[in-house]
């Protein structure tokens, strides 16, 4: 399984971008696909989740209202969507597929099997 984030971008305070994630290879219904983002000197941080069957999603709550994850299973494809964008959501934001995962462990990092490059967003203030 490949995964391939695109979308990221520098972006005024208040902006909004929308992430995409291509996923390739083979894929299961009960895969979870999944948003996580990395701050310089900070820990990975999870952002969101969805299941490929359509379980979830899954926000974090300090992201909620402002992001929004989204699937489209024909196209594997997985997006999200970030509104009224703040400077502390400079990050690269990863994409990641996780087999075998129960809701409890959506959020943890370690359980993910597939992850891609990830994206750079910069907000400004």
Not at 8 to 32: H, I
Not at 58 to 75: L, P
Not at 95 to 107: E, K, N, Q, T, Y
Request: positive net charge; charged residues 20%.
């Amino acid at each position: 399984v490949q995964l391939q984030a695109s979308g990221g971008g520098m972006v005024q305070s208040g902006g909004s971008l929308k992430l995409s994630c291509a996923v390739s290879g083979p894929t299961f219904n009960s895969d979870v696909m999944s948003w996580f983002r990395q701050a310089p000197g900070k820990e990975r941080e999870f952002v969101a989740a969805i299941r490929r069957s359509g379980g979830g999603p899954s926000h974090s709550d300090s992201m909620k209202g402002r992001f929004t994850i989204s699937k489209d299973n024909a196209k594997n494809m997985v997006y999200l969507q970030m509104n009224s964008l703040r400077p502390e959501d400079t990050a690269v934001y990863y994409c990641a597929v996780g087999r075998r995962l129960i809701l409890s462990s959506w959020r943890d990092s370690d359980k993910y099997d597939y992850w891609g490059k990830g994206t750079q967003v910069t907000v400004s203030s």
